[in-house]
């Protein structure tokens, strides 16, 4: 082991009880993630027990060079991967000095739909399938593809296995083991269709926690890939032509439809969401508004989805935009997919906004 590789993983535990808490927050243009460390005098099992801390937000778009403090509010804590023991991450969302939530803070919002008594009621469990694809540095081209060039065609590499077919394995299998260790509730991770790219899941986890994990899910991937030397890229379509593009479908359920006659709960729900009746298919329009930027690439009917400007759902249909499965068709009860979110999508925006529109909305 080097010098340096022996100093990162020194445990500070044989010397102090102070710990470092690497305040995490998100940047100015609503998926950049930020951080910066801080140290504190003891281990910190709640929020609640954490300072505020301030940034320059002129720095990272989000706030004018003559009044550009912004400050952070923590919100939720993960053990630490990187640097163990004691140490922590810690979740912010970000306000201005005044007490506002800035722009960028979706989070704020978020949690006054999952505070609602009427939302809470019905513990909405979140399962958030991240597809991302990962990149070569310096020609931004996926990992494993030849330069200037492309792999055979989709097919062998949907779970594939071998060096021809798996390109990336050991910063996936890394990722997956330290979001286990940080405490996320990280249920499962796959090769995706197209080479290069990968996908892992989030949940089942209720309300506003599944965001918050998304969040910090992405934030350790970034950090693995910057010690790979890789790219994380998580653009809804990456490569343009006959390649499948990357989302976060989201697999959603509330109490009621989990208890027997809750597939007409469910029913009832995808309704909501957006059947191309006059007034509903409106809340379509307004859901893919805000499920991720550059989705209308995606999103052509072709590649596992439906068009942009169709809403349909459908048992076992992966051409739909809400798939139900059979199993939840069988069982009378269950859960039901969103498959319109685009891989870059607003974790907080998208579960809160699926709450909102199936327990809260009265059309």
């Not at 010098?3 to 102070?18: E, F, M, R, W, Y």
């Not at 937000?57 to 403090?69: C, I, K, V, W």
């Not at 298919?281 to 009917?301: D, F, M, Q, S």
């Amino acid at each position: 082991m080097s010098a340096l590789a022996d100093l990162i993983n020194l445990d500070l535990s044989d010397s102090t009880d102070q710990i470092i808490a690497e305040y995490i927050w998100i940047g100015g243009s609503g998926l950049d993630m930020r951080s910066k460390a801080r140290t504190l005098s003891g281990p910190v099992k709640d929020p609640s027990e954490l300072p505020k801390w301030n940034y320059d937000g002129s720095s990272t778009g989000q706030a004018p060079g003559d009044d550009s403090e912004v400050i952070l509010y923590p919100q939720a804590i993960f053990k630490d991967p990187f640097r163990r023991g004691n140490n922590i991450l810690v979740m912010c969302d970000a306000y201005t000095p005044a007490g506002e939530p800035i722009p960028t803070n979706k989070r704020h919002a978020a949690a006054k739909i999952f505070s609602d008594p009427n939302v809470v009621a019905e513990v909405t469990w979140y399962g958030i399938e991240q597809e991302y694809t990962l990149l070569q540095k310096d020609i931004k081209w996926p990992v494993g593809w030849p330069v200037g060039g492309f792999p055979g065609p989709q097919g062998p590499y949907y779970c594939g296995v071998g060096a021809d077919k798996a390109f990336g394995r050991d910063i996936v299998d890394s990722h997956y083991k330290a979001c286990l260790y940080a405490g996320i509730n990280v249920s499962g991770t796959n090769g995706e269709v197209m080479p290069g790219q990968w996908e892992f899941q989030v949940g089942p986890t209720v309300g506003i926690a599944a965001a918050d994990q998304v969040w910090v899910a992405r934030y350790i991937l970034e950090r693995i890939t910057e010690l790979a030397g890789v790219v994380l890229s998580l653009d809804p379509k990456p490569i343009p032509g006959d390649w499948n593009g990357a989302g976060a479908h989201t697999n959603y359920s509330t109490k009621s439809m989990r208890e027997d006659g809750g597939y007409e709960v469910i029913k009832k729900a995808i309704e909501k969401l957006g059947l191309p009746i006059e007034k509903l298919g409106l809340r379509h329009k307004e859901h893919i508004a805000a499920y991720g930027e550059g989705n209308e690439r995606r999103l052509t009917g072709k590649h596992e989805t439906a068009d942009i400007n169709t809403f349909l759902w459908g048992v076992a249909n992966r051409g739909a935009s809400i798939r139900v499965g059979r199993d939840t068709e069988k069982d009378g009860k269950g859960y039901f997919e969103d498959r319109r979110p685009a891989s870059n999508m607003d974790p907080y925006t998208v579960t809160s906004m699926i709450a909102e529109s199936t327990i809260l909305w009265k059309p």
